[in-house]
């Protein structure tokens, strides 16, 4: 476990999907006032979630083994797998004067940060699409994003793709759009693995937590 500056950042390994969000609302349930924020780098096993404003038709069309999960994150339909990193965001956001957009630009903007600083010359800008939240390189989607936030409290996260096989990104219309491109570090030249990318990824937002 690290700390930064009274956040901590924990690194989780693999866990599966449903009892992870069940330990993070327990977490936000019994938190105080002076409950340290806490930043969570884990991947999970394959499994298809779904937002609370998810439509069905969006997928998956095959499930192909895979779970499918209604969550209470905002968005759509995502997949997450090995190879991801996946970052929760455990944030008091109300103690820490942040609104919920001003946090949600925070999030994208530290992978916009983390792939700048680790992209090699020639290699696409990461940025912002108007309308779709996450980070998409060359148009297409790296990194996905879904939050809620109970009594000024945030829990979920992001999640970015490093090393996976995007194969079943293919039976969903990821985050509800249809067609959408879907890519990953490794594809876009950037050589660290996920345990590399996760701690800097979490520094990158902990510093900006930090500074708000």
């Not at 002076?34 to 096993?45: F, R």
């Not at 190879?83 to 916009?112: C, H, N, P, W």
């Not at 219309?173 to 490794?186: A, D, E, K, L, S």
Request: proline share 5%; with cysteine.
């Amino acid at each position: 476990m690290l700390v930064a500056e009274k956040i901590l950042i924990k690194q989780l390994g693999t866990t599966d999907y449903q009892p992870t969000v069940e330990e993070m609302r327990e977490f936000t349930a019994r938190r105080g006032a002076d409950t340290p924020d806490e930043l969570w780098l884990l991947e999970h096993p394959p499994v298809y979630t779904l937002g609370l404003a998810a439509d069905a038709a969006h997928g998956p069309k095959v499930g192909g083994g895979i779970p499918v999960l209604q969550v209470d994150r905002g968005g759509e339909i995502t997949y997450h797998g090995p190879g991801q990193v996946v970052l929760y965001t455990l944030v008091d956001l109300a103690r820490r004067g942040i609104k919920v957009k001003q946090f949600v630009a925070m999030l994208e903007q530290s992978v916009i940060d983390l792939l700048g600083s680790r992209a090699e010359s020639g290699v696409e800008r990461a940025q912002r699409v108007a309308g779709a939240p996450g980070v998409y390189v060359n148009g297409a989607k790296v990194a996905a994003l879904g939050i809620r936030v109970s009594r000024g409290c945030a829990y979920h996260g992001l999640a970015l793709n490093v090393d996976m096989d995007l194969t079943p990104f293919s039976a969903i219309n990821p985050c509800g759009h249809p067609g959408m491109q879907v890519t990953q570090t490794r594809d876009i030249g950037i050589k660290e693995d996920k345990k590399m990318l996760g701690r800097r990824l979490a520094g990158i937002l902990a510093g900006k937590l930090e500074h708000a």
